[in-house]
C-alpha cells in the first residue's frame, strides 16, 4: 500500500512549495492591489496543504493540522474582506489601484 | 498506474497549472479563474489526504465566499490600473523566477532526504474529532476566530460607510 503515489509526502509538500513561491513572484510581479491579493490567497493554501500534510504524514494521531488549517481559511476570509473594502476607498479616491503609486503614508 | 493515482496527478496537475495561471495571467479576471483552479486543486488533495470535511470546506469558503469577493470587487472596480502593463516588471518577473527556481530546487533536495513519508494506514480526519478538539483543547483560538469575523464585519461596514462622504 506505502508504493502508491498519493501515500508519498513529497509530492504533497512539493505541491505547497510552489504554491508559496508562485504566491510569492505574483507579490513581487503584479502590480495592482487585487493581484497582489490573489497571490496572498495562494501563499496561505499553500501553508494549509503543508500543514494537514505533515499532519496526515508525521503525527496521525492529532487533528491539530486540519484544525489550523481551519483556522487559517477563517483568516483568510476576514482578511480578503478588509483589504478588498480598504481597495474599494483606495480606487474612489486615487482613481488607480497600483501598489507602486501609494507612497503618502512612506516618508 | 491505477486510476486513483491518475486523478492524482491530474488533482496536482490543476493545482500547479492554477498557480501559474493566478500569478501570470494578463488579465485579472483569468487570475481569478486561475486562482478557483488552485482551490479545486487544492480540495482534491485534501481528499487524497483523508480529510473530506476540509475539502469541502475548502471549495465552501475559497470558491464559495473569497473568489466571489473577488470577482465582485473587479466588477466593481472596472479598469482601474493606469498602465495595463509595462515592461519594467520584466526585470522583477526574472528576478523572482530565479529566486523561485533555486529554492525550489534547494527545498525540494531538503524534502527529499529528510522526510521520506510513511502513510500510516487509518487516519481519517472526522467532523467528530474535529469537534472535540475543537471544543476542548482548541477553545481559545475558536472564539478568538468568531471575534475576528465580527471585527473584520464591522470594520468593512464602517470602512464603506465612511467612505460616502467624500466622494
Redesign the interface.
Known sequence: ??D????????????A???L??????L?????L??M???M??IM?GA??NL??IN???S?EN??G??????I??????????A??????I???Y????GG?MKELKY | ??I??SI??FA?AV??GG??T???ASS?VY??LG?IA??FG?AG??I????T??AM??IL??VG??SI??A???M??GP????Y?DFR?FG??M???A??IV??LM??RF??EN?????????A?TTK??GR??TDK?IL??EL?SL??V???I??VM??LN?RG??
Do not use: W
Request: charged fraction near 10%.
Open positions: 500500500m506505502n502508491l503515489l498519493y501515500n508519498n509526502s513529497n509530492i504533497y509538500l512539493f505541491v512549495v510552489f504554491m513561491f508562485c504566491g510569492i513572484a505574483g513581487v510581479y503584479r502590480r495592482t487585487i493581484g491579493l490573489v497571490s490567497e495562494l493554501n494549509g496543504l494537514v500534510a496526515r504524514f508525521i496521525p487533528p491539530y486540519v484544525a489550523f488549517t481551519l483556522i481559511m477563517g483568516i483568510a476570509a476576514a482578511e480578503s474582506a478588509i478588498l473594502s480598504i481597495i474599494i476607498i480606487a474612489k479616491r482613481q488607480h489601484i497600483e503609486d | 498506474m491505477s486513483g493515482e492524482f496527478l496536482v493545482t500547479m498557480a501559474l493566478a500569478v501570470f485579472i487570475a481569478m486562482l488552485a482551490m487544492v488533495l485534501y487524497y489526504l483523508n480529510s470535511f476540509l470546506m475548502q469558503i475559497y465566499a473569497i469577493l473577488i465582485f470587487a473587479i466593481l472596480l482601474y490600473s493606469k498602465k502593463r516588471a522583477k518577473l528576478a523572482a523566477f529566486t523561485a529554492s525550489v527545498f525540494g524534502i527529499l522526510l521520506q513519508g510513511d502513510a500510516r494506514a487509518g487516519f480526519m474529532d474535529l478538539v475543537f482548541l483560538p475558536f476566530i475576528l469575523l471585527v473584520a464585519i470594520g468593512a470602512l464603506s467612505s467624500d466622494k
